[in-house]
Structures are given as structure tokens and as C-alpha cells.
């Protein structure tokens, strides 16, 4: 079973910058897309930002113009710039194939005011 594991969160205060990074532990093949999540506190999981296998991106309203998603041949990456408390959470990456869904861990970013 592969598996999927975040690094790079920790705490911030408000305006820095924090670089999510996301590896897997074997190859997924047909791999249609991949995605950033976030869960605060008493909330349920959100979509933070995808990209699909031919690089089509989409942001939640929340975060555009602050993050970027991106890739390379072995890794996902979320850039998160001009953070907010708000953007508090743990961060999953999950990826999507046409047959199965893979999630992280999770990992925790918390943003000081």
C-alpha cells in the first residue's frame, strides 16, 4: 500500500511563509489528480488547492493569490505565503486515481497573530 507523507508544517506568525511538501512511498499509477486539504478544529476537511496530472489548478477563494500548488516527478508541494491565523489546520495531501483515493497523515501549520 503506498503511502503518502506530508512534512514542512510547523508555527508561523502571521504574514510568513510556510512550504508544504508531499512524498510518496512508491509509484501510483494512473494517477488522474492531486490536492492539498486542510481540517481546523471542530471542522470538517476543505480543499485548499489541486492539480490535476495535466496541470490544471484550482484554489479555494480563501487562498488564492497566497498559495501555489505545484509538482515535480516525485513530490507535491503547497507554497503558502502571507499567512493568516485562519490558515491554522492540519494539511493533508491526498492523491486521486481513477480506481483509489490515497491521504496523508497530515501535517500541523499554525499561524500566530
Known amino acids: 500500500q503506498v503511502q503518502l507523507v506530508e512534512s514542512g508544517g510547523g508555527l508561523v506568525q502571521a504574514g510568513g511563509s510556510l512550504r508544504l511538501s508531499c512524498a510518496t512511498s512508491?509509484?501510483?499509477?494512473?494517477?488522474?489528480?492531486m490536492g492539498w486539504y486542510r481540517q481546523a478544529p471542530g471542522k470538517q476537511r476543505d480543499m485548499v488547492a489541486t492539480?490535476?496530472?495535466?496541470?490544471i489548478t484550482n484554489y479555494a477563494d480563501s487562498v488564492k493569490g497566497r498559495f501555489t500548488i505545484s509538482r515535480d516527478n516525485t513530490k507535491l508541494y503547497l507554497q503558502m505565503n502571507s499567512l493568516k491565523p485562519e490558515d491554522t489546520a492540519v494539511y493533508y495531501c491526498?492523491?486521486?486515481?481513477?480506481?483509489?483515493?490515497?491521504w496523508g497523515q497530515g501535517t500541523q501549520v499554525t499561524v500566530s497573530s
Open positions: 491526498k492523491y486521486s486515481t481513477y480506481r483509489s483515493v490515497y
Open positions: 512508491g509509484p501510483i499509477f494512473s494517477l488522474n489528480a
Open positions: 492539480i490535476s496530472v495535466g496541470g
